[in-house]
Every structure is written in C-alpha cells, then in structure tokens.
C-alpha cells in the first residue's frame, strides 16, 4: 500500500470504519476463495461490500466508485489474469482497473483509505502489473487457508484478532450455508446479489458465535 499520500490529509474521512469493498473475478472456480474472503473479512468484525450487491439500474462505474468511497479498506485479487478461453479468448481487466480506482482515492481525495492486493502468486504481480513494484503482494497460493493467513497480517492492527482456525470455522459454516443458498434461491452462482448479502449477514453472525471480542462489541 502506498505510504505517502498526496493531499487531503486534513479532510474528514467520508467511509463507514467497518465497511470493506472486496474486488475479486466473478466465476465458479473462485467460489471457495470468494467465501474466503467473505469468511475472513468477518472475523475481523468487517462487512464486506461488492458491486454485484448494488442493483444494475446504476451505471456499473458509479456503483464501483461509490463502494470504494464508502468503505474504509478495499482488498483486491488479481489471481485472474490468464485468458478466459471463452471466445474471444480474452484477458480480465476487471480487477486491476478497480485496483487503479481505489489507489486513486487514497492518493487523490482520502489519505486514509488502505487497500490490498491478493494474488496466487506474489512474483506474478510484479510481472502483470509492473507499476506494483515496492507494494506488498499478498499471495495465497489459491487455497482458504492463504487468504486466512494473509488477512492475519494485513489486519494485525485492527481491534479484533481471530486466529486462522477461527476463520477456517466461519468458512466451514459459510460453506454449508451457501449449498441452502443455492437450493434456496434456485442459483448456481453465488454471484449475485442476494445471495452475497445473505452470505455476508450468516459470516458475521458465525463470527459473532466464535470470537469473544465481537460478541462484546456487538
């Protein structure tokens, strides 16, 4: 993340401190890394927040910039950046073009917004995205158990500290919850926005059930 911003030290914070934007590829194979992220942002006592919770009438670029603006912290994976061999084989740009979005923030209009980069592999950022160079790549090696271990690092300093066998539990119980969601709501994707919503209230209720210190804040 960088460390020296630009201007707008002195402007009062326009975000919700609890509120996390999460920036991640939208298909099947991610779905485990997906809960992940939604699991471990909530055992942190963070709500996440994602552009496919906010109704299509907006245009998707303003919904984006919205979310980004309303949210203390943005965590972005760009473990996608191979062709989608659909046709035409084409490479995602998705999520380092809502990456560009969030450093502009905090460079530009809000010094205090903090923002992530997640990747499979660390060394493959340097290579993508080049003007990444000197930023902590966070790579979890495309297993839950990465994003957990990560999330310890990136979020030492916030109130609530749960363990890596603490998020892996909210996950299990996300997991669970999510095969009901899609019986429920007859979807095969979780990537919707219904679906997301009620995967965020389950994660923070489960959390709330395992780490003592949310409990007391609650």
């Known amino acids: 993340m960088p460390t020296t911003p630009r201007s707008g030290t002195n402007r009062k914070a326009s975000y919700v401190s609890d509120k996390a934007f999460l920036n991640v590829p939208y298909d099947e194979k991610f779905e ?20 496919l919770e906010i109704p299509e009438s907006q245009r998707r670029l303003d919904r984006i910039f919205s ?20 046709r035409p084989p084409t490479p995602r740009f998705n999520m380092p073009f809502e990456l560009g979005l969030a450093v502009a923030w905090q460079w530009i209009a809000e010094p205090s917004h903090s923002w ?21 790549i966070y790579a979890h090696g495309n297993r839950p158990r990465g994003v957990f271990r990560e999330l310890t690092d990136v979020l030492v300093n916030e109130p609530h500290q749960p363990t890596v066998r603490d998020l892996e539990a909210i996950y299990r119980g996300l997991r669970k919850y999510a095969v009901e969601i899609k019986e429920k709501l007859r979807r095969k994707s979780l990537f919707h926005a219904r679906p997301f919503r009620d995967l965020v209230i389950r994660a923070l209720a489960i959390a709330r059930e395992r780490i003592p210190s949310l409990r007391q804040s609650a």
């Open 67 to 86: 979310l980004i603006r309303g949210c203390r912290m943005s965590f972005h994976d760009l473990s996608r950046v191979q062709l989608d061999l659909k």
């Open 32 to 51: 485990p890394l997906y809960l992940a992220f939604i699991a471990g942002l909530s055992g942190f006592g963070l709500i996440p927040r994602a552009v």
């Open 116 to 136: 992530y980069v997640f990747e499979a592999n660390g060394r493959r950022a340097e290579k993508s995205l080049s003007d990444l160079k000197g930023t902590e």
